[in-house]
């Protein structure tokens, strides 16, 4: 196949790519920049080198949300948020995690199909409610995590791991999923 039929079909095939596509991929772009952005603005100093891996990554996860390059991002980002961020809970770090779920959420979607395949709306809708409860759960496990580490509560850890759990539940649930499912 030449170069000129390959740009052809990646024509036509975008041109065949649906709304489902564009809202995860959509979605992934924003949140990566969200999770590059946030973590440089923030008081900590961040690595050089972060922003710029990660601006490729994100091209390469919005383009090949299927591929190694969303989970490369999601190492990338929080190596340097792991370097050098506070250990205290703080609204940038609150965000950068929220940022990453949102990836990793939207990838998981997106690489599920090829760009070109139609995906009804309800795929989308199924998609969007475990998401959603997922965004809002996480940071309600954060935020108990750090009341409970810092009042330094007898079995704060077992505390942390139930809500991890309980959160990981209710996603597997609003998921549509079932215990008996297999």
Request: proline share 5%.
């Given at each position: ?48 080198a ?28 929080c ?20 940022a990453l ?60 791991v ?7 539940g ?13």
């Amino acid at each position: 196949m030449s170069g000129a039929d390959r740009i052809s079909q990646w024509l036509a095939q975008l041109q065949a790519t649906n709304v489902a596509t564009w809202v995860a991929r959509s979605a992934i772009a924003v949140a990566g920049l969200v999770a590059l952005i946030v973590p440089g603005l923030a008081p900590w100093d961040q690595m050089d080198a972060i922003p710029v891996a990660g601006a490729f990554l994100l091209v390469a996860c919005v383009l090949l949300p299927d591929s190694l390059a969303p989970l490369l991002f999601l190492i990338v980002v929080c190596l340097g948020w792991l370097m050098r961020a506070p250990s205290d809970l703080t609204l940038p770090l609150v965000l950068t995690g929220i940022a990453l779920l949102v990836v990793h959420l939207a990838s998981a979607f997106a690489g599920q199909v090829p760009s070109y395949a139609v995906v009804s709306r309800e795929a989308l809708r199924k998609w969007l409610l475990p998401a959603t409860v997922a965004m809002v759960l996480g940071p309600v496990v954060a935020i108990a995590a750090g009341v409970v580490r810092g009042a330094e509560v007898q079995g704060s850890l077992f505390v942390t791991v139930a809500a991890l759990v309980a959160a990981t539940g209710a996603i597997w649930f609003a998921a549509g999923q079932s215990v008996g499912d297999r």
